[in-house]
């Protein structure tokens, strides 16, 4: 059965640092991308990061681009996202999502499973 299960968010002051894992099991990372996503309270889910199922091709919003480093290690089914220099408007929800095509990049609405999610708070 498949399961995705965030961990490592928590409360950081602006400009820390912080690293989400992404367990994954029930399917295989070199089938599957890996995307993360955040929602903040009134706003909508925006997609983070993805890495597809090779590896090769990443991609970050551009708000996070030069912060944050998506990565994943197929043999422990575990992808992260290494979040650097966060800010403020970094506090979110941060989920995983899993995506059997490797063609959805950022699109939140078209993958197939989903975490439920890591809190993650910027503030002094």
């Known amino acids: 059965q498949w399961q995705l299960v965030e961990s490592g968010g928590g409360l950081v002051p602006p400009g820390g640092s912080l690293k989400l894992s992404c367990a994954v099991s029930g399917f295989n990372l070199n089938i599957y991308a890996i995307g993360w996503f955040r929602q903040a309270p009134g706003k909508e889910r925006e997609g983070v990061s993805y890495i597809d199922s090779s590896g090769v091709t990443i991609d970050y919003a551009d708000s996070v681009k030069g912060r944050f480093t998506i990565s994943k290690d197929v043999s422990k089914n575990m992808v992260y996202l290494q979040m650097n220099s966060l800010k403020p408007e970094d506090t979110a929800v941060y989920f995983c999502?899993?995506?059997?095509?490797?063609?959805?990049?950022?699109?939140?609405?078209?993958?197939?499973?989903w975490g439920r999610g890591t809190q993650v708070t910027v503030s002094s």
């Open positions: 999502a899993a995506s059997y095509s490797d063609h959805n990049g950022l699109n939140g609405k078209e993958y197939d499973y």
